[in-house]
């Protein structure tokens, strides 16, 4: 499952591989409390990746997340089956939200596999941030000198 | 156009070339189902065999206590959670070995029978309340912290820099602050605990009978807590009194007889609080408020004519529908998945998959009793 052939290679290959900076996508709170993200497409991606794909992606994300916290038939039916088993069932039986976001990491790794790992970059689920933000961290590549001139702009621009 | 089309494919060719030297970069996410009682993994690198691993819970910032190796989450002090307990069990067990043998030879035994499911589902809710991660948000990584401290420097050089956001919910204004402590704008409805240390979703209160802060996620274990208690406490209290009224001929007097009665003065002194609780919380429920936003007075006409709660759903069943019946959310700060707290400062800045939280300057700490980080 893994782009790389084994972990300890990505160590040993580290050094030609190194994080340059991290672009943090924030919360959209202008329909309450139910998870979404901004869709602003960050100044620091402009080089390294196309809007458009950008924004599928964090719109993708964002109805998965609207999936899961949907109120609707089906949650009341399990919000209700668990109240009478005094929520004894979820020892059996994972809840929808946790199906979604087990859905929503392998979309993301598959993201990752596809479109985002080669360009260099690699998004983290935001379930390890705490649904607070989506990071991406932008990896620049010291080996070569001819590609490096796209990736330099955006490590010269912000100060670390 | 055709200028576009070159541009786009002598990008596209740029991108192939990259994607070479890229393919190192390992997308294996630390996320993915990774059971909490898997063994550890092994070390990547023969050179790092050395360190050991270390739970998340067990560096965990704030001020928690975990049991059962990271799946029980509670606050630091347990006493009268302890005592909360000792009455249940104590007036129950007066009530199922002295009153409940009369009434169900007397009466029905149906009686025991229900209860018996009260108590076990009172307790299960209890536990529950009790156990669960309330919701608490995982502190920002010192990655985060320093984008967040740079987009606030250029905001402006207005002193102090602004630590506030607004953002428009359903069309009401919501100030969101600024955590010094978690270094994070909180979301909406959150708030940061100072008894636990942390920042938990939908902050309704910290409550001390149950040990643990009440949030987005066991708010309405709770709520079915107090219920239910409230049920059972009315049921235990009308039938003793039924029991001491039908046997009122017979001898009833004596420490025993005293012992035997007490359930009757505990429930008399606990049934108007916890009665009076749940009448409240069925109040900020319906109208989907939190204990913080209601002693707050965040929604109330009184600040400005204009003001109203934009997570209403605007419907009292929709309201109560969605608190009590609504997805329940996985726990973020994921406290029993093992990952390696590395001594080494640069590998730490530098590995996407080490996500601790105790990052470079943080000391390592011990099971129980888990230290403050200071930031």
């Known amino acids: 499952m893994d782009v790389c052939p084994q972990f300890h290679n990505l160590q040993e290959l580290r050094h ?60 009341y039916f399990e919000g209700c089956l ?25 979309y993301i790794q598959e993201q990752n596999e596809k479109i985002y790992a080669p360009r260099g970059l690699l998004i983290t689920d935001p379930i390890e941030r705490g649904m607070r933000v989506i990071e991406i961290s932008i990896y620049e590549d010291r080996g070569s000198s001819g590609s490096s001139s ?11 | ?45 023969p050179g790092q065999r050395g360190r050991s691993p270390r739970r998340k819970w067990q560096v965990f910032p704030g001020r928690n206590r975990f ?49 018996g499911v009260l108590f076990v589902f009172v307790m299960g809710m209890l536990f529950r309340a009790s156990f669960s991660d309330p919701g608490v948000l995982p502190r920002a990584t010192p990655d985060e912290a320093a984008d967040l401290g740079r987009q ?12 506030t956001r607004e953002v428009l919910i359903n069309g009401q204004t919501v100030k969101l602050k600024y955590c010094f402590t978690c270094k994070i704008f909180r979301p909406p409805r959150a708030s940061h605990c100072s008894l636990c240390d942390n920042c938990v979703e939908r902050f309704d209160h910290h409550c001390p009978w149950v040990g643990n802060c009440v949030g ?14 409230s049920l059972l406490t009315l049921f235990i209290f009308a039938f003793v009194i039924t029991h001491i009224f039908s046997s009122a001929g017979s001898n009833r007097t004596g420490f025993l007889s005293a012992l035997k009665d007490s359930p009757v003065v505990v429930c008399f002194f606990s049934v108007w609080s916890i009665v009076g609780l749940s009448g409240f919380h069925t ?83 011990s099971a129980r009793g888990t230290t403050r980080f200071g930031y």
């Not at chain 2, 576009?4 to 070479?20: M, P, R, V």
């Open chain 1, 82 to 106: 668990a109240c009478t088993t005094a929520y004894l069932i979820f020892l059996c039986m994972e809840t929808r939200y946790e199906k979604v976001l087990k859905k929503i990491a392998k």
């Open chain 1, 150 to 160: 796209g990736s330099s702009s955006v490590s010269g621009s912000t100060a670390r």
């Open chain 2, 1 to 45: 156009m055709s200028q576009l089309l070159h541009a786009s494919l002598d990008q596209q060719q740029q991108n192939q070339q990259q994607s070479g030297q890229y393919d190192q970069i390992c997308t294996r996410s630390s996320s993915s189902s990774i059971p909490a009682t898997e063994a550890a993994e092994p070390a990547p690198c």
């Open chain 2, 67 to 115: 049991y059962c190796d990271g799946r029980i989450m509670m606050a630091r002090q347990t006493g009268v959670f302890y005592l909360t307990l000792v009455l249940i069990l104590l007036t129950c067990g007066l009530f199922f070995t002295f009153d409940c043998p009369f009434l169900a030879s007397n009466l029905t035994p149906a009686i025991p029978v229900v209860g």
């Open chain 2, 152 to 163: 606030i420097d250029s905001l402006g050089c207005s002193r102090p820099p602004p630590r």
């Open chain 2, 283 to 365: 109040y900020l429920i319906s109208s989907n408020q939190t204990t913080n936003e209601d002693i707050k007075g965040s929604w109330s006409t009184k600040r400005s004519k204009d003001n109203y709660n934009p997570y209403s759903y605007g419907n009292i069943l929709t309201n109560c529908c969605a608190a009590l019946c609504g997805p329940l959310p996985p726990r973020s700060v994921r406290s029993t998945i093992r990952t390696k707290v590395r001594s080494d400062v640069k590998h730490t800045s530098e590995d996407p998959d080490s996500d601790v939280q105790s990052a470079p300057c943080a000391p390592e700490v």
């Open chain 1, 16 to 75: 030609s591989a190194s994080l340059a900076n991290k672009v943090f996508i924030q919360r959209d709170y202008s329909e309450g409390t139910t998870c979404k993200f901004q869709t602003k497409f960050p100044s620091e991606l402009e080089s390294r990746i196309e809007r458009t794909l950008f924004e599928d992606t964090v719109k993708t994300l964002n109805n998965y997340y609207a999936e899961a916290e949907k109120i609707g038939g089906q949650s």
């Open chain 2, 216 to 229: 987005r996620r066991n708010y309405r274990f709770f709520y079915l807590f107090i219920v239910s208690l």
